[in-house]
Structure formats: C-alpha cells, structure tokens
C-alpha cells in the first residue's frame, strides 16, 4: 500500500497567519490527492480534489499543490472556524490517508 | 437528500466478530462506493476497503485482508462492514461514507465499536 507522511502533527498559528501542511506519497501518485477538514462531532469534509481544485462553496482561504509524490495545503489566513484536524488522503493506488495535522489558534 | 445511517454500539469480546451495516438512501445505491473508515481512540482516520454495491464486489486495505468482508443487501440499500478475530487495538469508531472510488464525499454518524473482556 501506499503510504502518505503528513507533517506537522500539530501546528499553533494566530488568526491570519498563513498555514503550509505537507504530505508526501512513498510513490508517484500524479495528483490522486484530497485534502479533508475534520472537526470534533462532524464528518471529515472534502476541501480540495485532484490535488489542486477547491470543493464548491469552500473558501479561497484554502488550497492545494503538487504532483507526483510531493503536496502541500495552504491556508493563507487562518481563521477561528479552522480549528480542526486536516488530512491529506491520496487514491493514486487504493486509498490511503496521512497521519493528520491538528491545528489550533495560538 | 444523502444520507448513510449506521448500527449501533457494540461491545466485543477479544476473538469475536463484529458486524456493522450501513442504510443508504436519497441516492442510486448502485452509482457511488461505499468506502469503510475508522478512527482508534486519539489517532487518525484509518482506510479499511472500499465496496463497489453495482457490482457487489470489495477491495480491502492490505492491512485487513483476511479479516475483513463487506457485503450489501440490495433490497434495504444496506452494506455490511463484518471485522473477525477482533483484539483489543481494534477498539475504535467506525464509519462508511459514500462517494467516486478515490473520494469520501457523505459520511455515516459513525459506530463505536469497544473490545474489551
């Protein structure tokens, strides 16, 4: 199986700071990436498919990069609502998720 | 509108089996996976397998293989999730979401599952 290393674990930013989580695939998996915001009590929620494209009606705060084996999330100014754990999840070969990355208001 | 409704709580013994359904509806049943995913006390979201319910056939997470199988009854727009020979790191929440093969679009409440003597 493929596997997604995630990092940071846990990252504490200020309201409007700018937000970079990394993912990177053990193989080439062109742009077979979603990135999902998941918060206590909620269904995790797709923000961006195929790597790069935002999910309708989510902000532009969010986005996404990359290709083969190397992705980022962007979030360019963070937000009190941000509050929740991200996951980068690749489907370039099954499905798998990355570890997380909790994010909180410092 | 989508909705995925899953069973109840459940509490196991080490070795047994645990079968958990998932009641599709406000959609074709037959047009989107459904994909099985679980989270363990304080961890991430763990992939199990994916089921196909037009064709009735399953994928599973190398991981599972030989412990897992999913099913579907086609009638009640239901799929199964049954995990056997549980141990205790099996302890976890456990929901199926729907959605392209690659995607987890619509997600169920979630089933806790406790394994515990």
């Known amino acids: 199986d493929i596997q997604m290393t995630q990092s940071p674990s846990s990252l504490s930013a200020s309201v409007g700071d700018r937000v970079t989580i990394t993912c990177q695939a053990t193989?080439?998996?062109?742009?077979?990436v979603n990135w999902y915001q998941h918060k206590p009590g909620k269904a995790p929620k797709v923000l961006i498919y195929d790597a790069s494209n935002l999910e309708t009606g989510v902000p532009s705060r969010f986005s996404g990069t990359g290709s083969g084996s190397d992705f980022t999330f962007t979030i360019s100014s963070l937000q009190p609502e941000d509050v929740a754990t991200y996951y980068c999840?690749?489907?370039?070969?099954?499905?798998?998720f990355g570890g997380g990355t909790r994010v909180e208001i410092k | 509108q989508v909705q995925l409704v899953q069973s109840g709580a459940e509490v196991k013994k080490p070795g047994a089996s645990v079968k958990i359904s998932c009641k599709a509806s406000g959609y074709s049943f037959t047009s989107f996976y459904i994909h099985w995913v679980r989270q363990a006390p304080g961890q991430g979201l763990e992939w199990m397998g994916i089921f196909n319910p037009g064709r009735g056939n399953a994928t599973y997470a190398q991981k599972f293989k030989g412990r897992v199988a999913m099913t579907r009854d086609t009638s009640t727009t239901t799929v199964n999730l049954e995990l056997s020979s549980l141990r205790y790191d099996d302890t976890a929440f456990y929901y199926c979401?729907?959605?392209?093969?690659?995607?987890?679009?619509?997600w169920g409440q979630g089933t806790p599952v406790t394994v515990s003597s």
């Open positions: 999840q690749q489907y370039g070969d099954l499905v798998t």
């Open positions: 979401a729907t959605g392209y093969f690659g995607s987890c679009y619509h």
């Open positions: 193989q080439d998996i062109r742009n077979s």
